[in-house]
């Protein structure tokens, strides 16, 4: 739960159903893994199975179902940390690099072409619907981002790999596409993550922040770092 939480891994500002399957170090024992999850009584308070609980702050809606089966998934994550000598991720052990130089930003995109896949995500102006940033991944904790306002030559080469990879991976790909298709002529996407989930996972939420906590070991507050 939350005051738990706020005592062991210091985290009760994020809100336990943000920070929920994050695995984080221990404030108050030193080399130890904690991993924040629902209270019993959080799940209790569904006397009804068809109410529904919204997180204002993220705007995930929680039913029974998706807050017994988070639970279920958390404590499982829980004894696989238990049973492992890994840290936990910091900002440290990612390689992230805004707004490389021309040259640089070219030669990393063109880069891509060497790799099977490669994520993509863009930031976008609310009041103008224009992308202002757009960020590619080369490994899993490797990634550089640009900004739209960049080189012509660079913006070439951003369209290029739109067009030409054959491993394009994003989070709901089709927000993103509708944003780029108006400059850049898309390909194939590969792989869209939100889509895969819900196949596996209908009755959960799809916010890119649920997924990494039940997919990857990166902790909440490096995704909204």
Not at 8 to 14: E, F, G, K, N, R
Not at 145 to 159: E, H, Q, R, W, Y
């Amino acid at each position: 739960g939350g005051v738990s939480s706020s005592v062991l891994a210091a985290m009760v500002s994020s809100g336990i159903t943000t920070t929920r399957g994050s695995i984080v170090p221990c404030v108050a024992l030193p080399n130890v893994k904690v991993v924040p999850t629902f209270h019993p009584s959080f799940i209790a308070r569904y006397d009804d199975p068809s109410k529904v609980l919204e997180d204002k702050k993220t705007g995930i809606k929680w039913d029974y179902g998706a807050s017994i089966v988070a639970l279920t998934l958390d404590i499982q994550r829980a004894w696989e940390e238990a049973h492992n000598d890994l840290p936990p991720l910091s900002l440290r052990d990612f390689d992230l690099t805004i707004d490389p130089p021309s040259g640089e930003a070219v030669r990393r995109l063109e880069g891509l072409f060497s790799i099977p896949q490669t994520a993509f995500d863009i930031e976008t102006n609310v009041a103008t619907h224009e992308v202002t940033r757009i960020a590619f991944t080369e490994s899993p904790t490797r990634a550089f981002t640009i900004s739209m306002n960049c080189d012509p030559s660079v913006l070439l080469a951003i369209a290029k790999v739109m067009r030409h990879h054959q491993g394009l991976m994003a989070q709901n790909a089709t927000f993103d596409v509708t944003y780029l298709m108006p400059w850049a002529p898309f390909g194939i996407i590969h792989f869209d993550t939100m889509l895969a989930h819900h196949r596996l996972y209908s009755e959960l939420p799809h916010a890119l922040h649920f997924l990494a906590s039940l997919y990857t070991r990166i902790p909440y507050d490096l995704i909204t770092h």
